[in-house]
Nanobody, 118 residues
Framework: QVQLVESGGGLVQPGGSLRLSCSAS????????MSWYRQAPGKERELVAT????????NYADSVKGRFTISRDNVKNTVYLQMNSLKPEDTAVYYC???????????WGQGTQVTVSS
């Protein structure tokens, strides 16, 4: 059974930091590109960051460059999103995604809420 379980969300003040984790099971984690998406109320889901299978290439949305860092541990089957210098506009539900082009495998987690507010 495929599972992606996010954790680490919560309420943080502007300028603060959070580290999101996404633990994967039920599929070959190391063969999937992993991404973090987010969706704010009333807005479409947007891509935040992506990391390739071995972690060699990382891409970020312009809005989070220099503040967020994506990483992965293929032994622990976990992907992380370190979020620093958080802003109120970062408030959203953050989702973990696993994707593999060869067979169009595509899995989603249930999401974790991040709220940036004073």
């Amino acid at each position: 059974q495929v599972q992606l379980v996010e954790s680490g969300g919560g309420l943080v003040q502007p300028g603060g930091s959070l580290r999101l984790s996404c633990s994967a099971s039920g599929f070959t984690f190391s063969s999937f590109v992993m991404s973090w998406y987010r969706q704010a109320p009333g807005k479409e889901r947007e891509l935040v960051a992506t990391i390739t299978t071995a972690g060699g290439v990382k891409n970020y949305a312009d809005s989070v460059k220099g503040r967020f860092t994506i990483s992965r541990d293929n032994v622990k089957n976990t992907v992380y999103l370190q979020m620093n210098s958080l802003k109120p506009e970062d408030t959203a539900v953050y989702y973990c995604n696993a994707h593999r082009n060869v067979d169009n495998g595509d899995y989603w987690g249930q999401g974790t809420q991040v709220t940036v507010s004073s």
